[in-house]
């Protein structure tokens, strides 16, 4: 891309706001990114449903799934990584997370 999807204006207006809804991802899923806060001065965000669609789930009016293979890995890594678990203790963690209503 010749542009970014994401600039410094961004950022300031999602520190300061707590997340933010980006217009150009506004076709698929993960649209809402969510400041998480700073980690040594660097700013943690990740890309979520927007609220709306977490109510769909909570209610029952859209279906849950487990993640995929590829996004489990990367959050049995995170878990992993941030001292949270071992890693058969993070697949468990997963696993049983993703079968539980919201």
Not at 13 to 31: A, K, M, P
Not at 39 to 67: R, S
Request: net charge negative; with cysteine; charged share 20%.
């Amino acid at each position: 891309m010749n542009a970014s999807v994401f600039n410094l204006a961004a950022l300031d207006s999602i520190s300061s706001q707590g997340s933010i809804s980006l217009e150009v991802f506004n076709r698929g899923w993960y649209h809402n990114v969510v400041y998480l806060g700073q980690e040594q001065d660097i700013p943690i965000l990740t890309m979520t449903c927007p609220l709306l669609n977490v109510e769909g789930f909570k209610t029952g009016k859209l279906p849950l799934c487990a993640p995929s293979k590829e996004y489990a890995n990367v959050l049995v890594k995170g878990l992993v990584e941030g001292g949270q678990f071992l890693e058969d203790e993070a697949i468990a963690y997963i696993k049983e997370a993703s079968t539980r209503p919201i």
